[in-house]
């Protein structure tokens, strides 16, 4: 796969799903901040990020997670948390079934430590309180 296919799915009417497929670069960011800035502006607050088919990802495409990490989570719920030990996760961004290549490299970035991930649809969905 060169390039990257995106769609939408709306399992539960308070979560939407961005699935992606192929590769997340520089050559696609644009369209993963653009297709996620529209579903905001649409009214979807709470976004599961399928990266199940996603064969590659580059610092163009952490950019790319990390604004719509900022874009689905409220400012101000992050600097109103308390620490007790626990790094804050978004309860708002999560990320769907990162292969393990996609995994090392999210991990490696520090994005797991804030942005939960699951390994199966029904697991994140119920981790959404729907």
């Given at each position: 796969?060169?390039?990257?296919?995106?769609?939408?799915?709306?399992?539960s009417a308070a979560v939407t799903v961005l699935h992606l497929q192929g590769r997340v670069d520089s050559a696609s960011e644009n369209l993963v901040r653009?297709?996620?800035t529209r579903l905001h502006s649409e009214g979807a607050r709470h976004l599961l990020?399928?990266?199940?088919?996603?064969?590659?990802?580059?610092?163009?495409?952490?950019?790319?997670?990390?604004v719509l990490y900022k874009l689905f989570t409220p400012a101000e719920e992050i600097k109103a948390w308390k620490p007790d030990g626990d790094v804050y996760?978004?309860?708002?961004?999560?990320?769907?079934?990162?292969?393990?290549?996609?995994?090392?490299?999210?991990?490696?970035?520090?994005?797991?430590?804030?942005?939960p991930f699951?390994?199966?649809?029904?697991?994140a969905l119920e981790s959404f309180g729907q």
């Open positions: 796969m060169d390039n990257l296919t995106l769609t939408v799915s709306r399992p653009e297709q996620a990020l399928d990266l199940t088919q996603v064969d590659y990802i580059s610092s163009a495409g952490l950019r790319a997670i990390h996760k978004s309860p708002y961004f999560k990320l769907l079934c990162p292969s393990p290549q996609i995994y090392g490299v999210l991990n490696l970035a520090g994005f797991l430590h804030n942005i699951f390994t199966n649809l029904n697991d």
